[in-house]
Each structure stands twice: as structure tokens, then as C-alpha cells.
């Protein structure tokens, strides 16, 4: 059970470019990294608009010299200091994640950036490259695998307690775009242009959030071929697409069902997760992160709750409330940067083993995530052709 005592030499001095005022996913960030000491917010350029930045920043209470105007200055500020940051999390627009990420690991610096990491797997080989040359940790910010239930998805699998995997049914959708974007906000903007978003929307916007927990619940099974059909309901957003389904074959034969959407009309954004083996199968949504279902074949069903002591230890690893008390996002992507920490002091203390087994988002689950998406458009873009995975 996490219960906020350290778990790492010190903590991360930490600075975040983007995730200002009016950002969507600048809080969870912080919500993630500061709830148990693992790092303290010293600097940041948080804002495209360096005034509102740095008044953001000192009511976060940076000091307004650590406040900087861009991420270029921030390096330049941070670089040389003594006491400067140890990592930078980058909650950007996606267009600027390669450009960023490049130059924080060129200056030495540890990375956490959003998803879809970059726009092409060979962006990811650059950064990848980078990051081992200079011995540094890129985390990914794949916040929904931080919920102690996925774990224990993993752990059943691992175990053999759902037999062999035949079926994968994953659904991540809502309907806040269902309308057209004549008055939409600039993070509807920037997500629907493919400058600024890369060549894709819903799949790379939410999409990724399913394959990358698919990867941490199934990690023996490779996509070996997909389909992927996806279309703009709302032409204005074409060639990128707001609704997207994609069919998977598994080298073990499993089949995979994923669809993504943002004008499921109605919806209110829930995530769910079915996985089907020979003799049983589990399903969870994130709109019950406490509950995981159990079906056996031929018993009745059960329904697990987190923190209970019948669940397997990588779940109970993950455990922050204790049982009774529910636990929700902020958890997760606290678990998250925990994990991220984690890596960040062992490459810091030179501890390869540790590293070895040590589980966490990293430039390789970034990089994967690029991939499958590279692949989607590829199918989509032959006309909803079966393709084999590259
Ligand atoms: P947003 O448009 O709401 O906010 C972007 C923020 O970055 C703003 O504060 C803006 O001023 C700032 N900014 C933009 N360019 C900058 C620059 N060059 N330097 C400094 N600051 C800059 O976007 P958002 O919805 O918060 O998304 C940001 C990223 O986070 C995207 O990559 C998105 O895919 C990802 N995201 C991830 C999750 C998740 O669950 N992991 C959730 C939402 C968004």
C-alpha cells in the first residue's frame, strides 16, 4: 500500500511547461506529483502567454524569478543552477511534445510528457536514442494505469486465472464534440488541425489511453495485424477523425474490438475494458475505478473491491485509500508519477537492476502508442484494409 512515506532519496525538483490557468490537463499533472512529497513545484513556463503564466506560477508559489516566459528560457534559467530542476513535464499542445521533450533531455533533464508522445515512431527512436545517450528517463503520462484494479487485471491474467486471452473489447467515448466547432475553444482547435494535433484526433486524444492499459493488462500479446475505419462526423474536422473503430489480430490468435468517439451524444466520457480468456473474463470502466467484475464460466459473478485483501499484491502495491474508501483519478495519476519518480532516482543512484523490473510509462510505452496509431491511419487510409502491424 502507497501511504505518502518516501520511497526515493529526495525529491524531484520539478518544473512543468504548459498546464496554465486555462489548461485542461495541467492540474492532474499537480495533482499527480505533489501528493506525496515525491516532487516540489520550483519552476515552469506554463503559459504560451508569459504574463498570465507567471502570475499563475507565484499563486502556485514558484517564485516569480523560476517563472519563465518559454521553455527556452526555463532551460537557459534551470540549466546551470545548483538547485535546478531534476525533470520537466511537458502538457503542451501535441505538436510541440518532440520539440520540447528534445531539448529538456539535450540539457540534461529528466522528462514526463503527454500523450500522443510525438507525432511519428521516428520521432520516438530520436528521443529514445537521446534519453539512453544521456542516461535520462522520458515517463509518459498515461494516467489511467495508475488504478490499483488494472494492476490486478494484469496479476489474474499473469496467473493463468482467466485461462488464454481470446477476446480484447475496449471502448473510450463521449459526445462533447457531437456539435460542430463554431465556437470551439482553442483545445478543440488545436486537437482537430492536423498541424497542431498530428494525423490523428479521437485516436490519438483517447485512443491511446486504451491500448497503452491493454499493454500493461495483456503485455505477452502483440498486435499482429489491424483494421482500423474512422471518419469525421463533423467534416470541418476531416482528414483528422471524431469517431474511429478499430478490429485487432493478436499473435495468439485473440481477437481485439476498440472504438473511440467524441460524438457519442450523450455519453459522459467512460472507458471500458473487457477481457475475455477459455475460462473466465474481467471487465472494468474507469467510472468505477473501485470495482472490478469476475465472471467464471458456469459460476456467478463476482465483483472485487480495491483494497481487499483477497486481491493479488501488484494490486495491493498500487493501493492508496484502503478498502471502503474510494479511490479515483487523482490516485492513479499519483501512482503514476510515483512510478516515474521511482525510475527517475534509480537512473539518478546508477541502479541498472532495479530498472530492469521496475514498471512504469516510459519512452518505449510512448513510442508503442505512436506506433499503433501510425498503423490505424495507414489501414484507415487504404480504405479500412486489413494491414499487418508494423
Ligand atoms: P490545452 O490547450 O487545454 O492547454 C495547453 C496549455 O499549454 C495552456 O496552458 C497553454 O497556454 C500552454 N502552452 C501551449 N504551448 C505552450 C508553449 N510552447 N510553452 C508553454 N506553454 C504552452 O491542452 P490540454 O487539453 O491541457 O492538452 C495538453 C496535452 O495534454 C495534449 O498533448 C493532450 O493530448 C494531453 N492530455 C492528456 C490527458 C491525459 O489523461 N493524459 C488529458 C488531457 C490532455
Request: with cysteine.
Amino acid at each position: 500500500m502507497i501511504n505518502g512515506e518516501r520511497t526515493i532519496q529526495r525529491p524531484m525538483r520539478w518544473g512543468m511547461v504548459g498546464g496554465g490557468r486555462t489548461g485542461q490537463v495541467g492540474y492532474k499533472h499537480r495533482t499527480g506529483a505533489l501528493r506525496d512529497g515525491t516532487y516540489q513545484l520550483v519552476a515552469g513556463a506554463f503559459d504560451l502567454d508569459a504574463e498570465r503564466g507567471r502570475d499563475f506560477g507565484t499563486n502556485l508559489g514558484v517564485a516569480e524569478d523560476r517563472c519563465y516566459a518559454t521553455y527556452q528560457d526555463l532551460i537557459a534559467g534551470e540549466k546551470d543552477r545548483e538547485d535546478g530542476v531534476d525533470v520537466v513535464s511537458v502538457a503542451t499542445p501535441n505538436f510541440t511534445h518532440f520539440e520540447i521533450t528534445k531539448a529538456l533531455l539535450e540539457a540534461g533533464i529528466h522528462v514526463i510528457c503527454e500523450k500522443p508522445l510525438f507525432f511519428t515512431v521516428e520521432e520516438c527512436e530520436v528521443v529514445a536514442k537521446l534519453a539512453a545517450e544521456k542516461n535520462l528517463i522520458v515517463g509518459v503520462t498515461y494516467g489511467f494505469t495508475g488504478h490499483p484494479l488494472v494492476h490486478q487485471m494484469a496479476a489474474m491474467v499473469a496467473k493463468g486465472m482467466l485461462g488464454d486471452i481470446r477476446i480484447v473489447d475496449m471502448q473510450y467515448t463521449h459526445g462533447f464534440n457531437a456539435g460542430d466547432d463554431t465556437d470551439a475553444g482553442e483545445a478543440v482547435k488545436w486537437r482537430t488541425n492536423p498541424a497542431t494535433a498530428g494525423n490523428t484526433f479521437v485516436l490519438g486524444d483517447i485512443g491511446t489511453h486504451l491500448y497503452y492499459l491493454s499493454e500493461v493488462v495483456l503485455p505477452h500479446l502483440k498486435v499482429e495485424k489491424l483494421l482500423c475505419d474512422r471518419t469525421a462526423f463533423i467534416p470541418s474536422r476531416a482528414p483528422l477523425e471524431d469517431h474511429a473503430t478499430v478490429l485487432m489480430h493478436y499473435d495468439n490468435g485473440a481477437r481485439g474490438r476498440l472504438w473511440v468517439s467524441s460524438v457519442d451524444a450523450g455519453n459522459m466520457g467512460s472507458q471500458k475494458y473487457r477481457f475475455v480468456g477459455s475460462k473466465a473474463s474481467v471487465t472494468w470502466s474507469d467510472s468505477r475505478p473501485d470495482q472490478l467484475i469476475y465472471q467464471v464460466q458456469g459460476e456467478p459473478e463476482q465483483i472485487m473491491h480495491h483494497g481487499m485483501p483477497y486481491l493479488e499484491d501488484e494490486s495491493l502495491a498500487a493501493d492508496r485509500m484502503g478498502a471502503l474508501h474510494t479511490e479515483g483519478l487523482g490516485d492513479s495519476w499519483s501512482n503514476i508519477y510515483l512510478w516515474i519518480a521511482q525510475a527517475i532516482d534509480a537512473k539518478m543512484r546508477g541502479d541498472e537492476e532495479f530498472l530492469k523490473t521496475h514498471h512504469y510509462p516510459g519512452i518505449e510505452a510512448g513510442t508503442e502508442g505512436v506506433r499503433w496509431l501510425e498503423n490505424c491511419v495507414r489501414s484507415a487510409d487504404a480504405g479500412a484494409a486489413w494491414i499487418d502491424f508494423e
